[in-house]
C-alpha cells in the first residue's frame, strides 16, 4: 500500500472540456492533482485527496475529468478547503436517466451512490480541496466521459450548458450535501 501522486493538466481533460476553441491554443497548465492512499483502513478502504486549482479553462470553470466505478462500488467526498460542485449522473451509453448537482463547503460532504460517475467543480476562484474513501479494488474508467466529451452538462461563467454529445439528458436537478460526515465509513464496503 503505497501513496502516489498524479497531476492532471490541461492537455489530460482537453477532450472533454466545454470550450474546445480554447484548448487550440491555451498553455499546458496544472489543472488539479491527487495524492492516492493518503490512509488506509484494514477492511480495505483507501483515503485520497485532490486539489483543485482555480484558473478556467477558457469559459468553464476547472473541474476534475471525472470517473465512474463499477456499479456496486460508493464513493464518499469531503470538502477539506474552499468550495465545491459536485456533478453525479446515472448514464447508460449516451443516455443520461439522472444528473445533480450539490454544492458543498468546508466540512460537508457526499455520496457518490453505486452505479454514478461524478466529477468536481470548483467555482470559488480558490483552491479547492477534497477527501476520497473508496475501495481500494475500486477502478476508474473514464471510456464513457470521454467518448462523449465530458459529463451531461458544463458549468461555465454563463452557466450550466448541456453537452450535446448525449441522446438523452434528463433535467438538472439540485441537491444538498449530507447533513454530517458517517461517523461509520462501513457501508462504503461492498463484500
Not at 488539479?32 to 477558457?58: A, E, M, N
Not at 454514478?116 to 473508496?134: C, D, P, V
Request: positive net charge; aromatic residues 12%; hydrophobic residues 30%.
Amino acid at each position: 500500500m503505497k501513496t502516489n501522486t498524479e497531476t492532471r493538466l490541461v492537455s489530460d481533460l482537453k477532450t472533454i472540456l466545454y470550450d474546445q476553441s480554447w484548448t487550440k491554443t491555451a498553455s499546458n497548465f496544472k489543472v488539479y492533482s491527487v495524492k492516492r492512499g493518503v490512509k488506509y483502513r484494514q477492511d480495505g478502504l483507501r483515503y485520497d485527496q485532490t486539489l483543485i486549482f482555480p484558473k478556467l479553462l477558457g469559459k468553464e470553470y476547472p473541474k476534475t475529468k471525472g470517473h465512474e466505478h463499477p456499479k456496486e462500488y460508493i464513493e464518499l467526498i469531503e470538502v477539506l478547503k474552499g468550495k465545491a460542485i459536485f456533478l453525479l449522473q446515472n448514464d447508460k451509453g449516451n443516455k443520461i436517466k439522472d444528473i445533480y448537482f450539490i454544492k458543498a463547503k468546508k466540512g460537508q460532504a457526499v455520496i457518490s451512490p453505486q452505479g454514478y460517475s461524478h466529477t468536481t467543480i470548483n467555482a470559488s476562484g480558490k483552491n479547492l480541496k477534497i477527501g476520497t474513501w473508496i475501495e481500494d479494488v475500486s477502478a476508474s474508467s473514464y471510456r464513457n466521459i470521454e467518448k462523449l466529451h465530458g459529463f451531461g452538462y458544463y458549468y461555465t461563467t454563463l452557466g450550466w450548458k448541456k453537452n450535446k454529445n448525449y441522446k438523452v439528458v434528463s433535467k438538472l436537478k439540485e441537491k444538498k450535501p449530507l447533513k454530517s460526515f458517517p461517523k461509520n465509513i462501513d457501508f462504503l464496503n461492498c463484500d
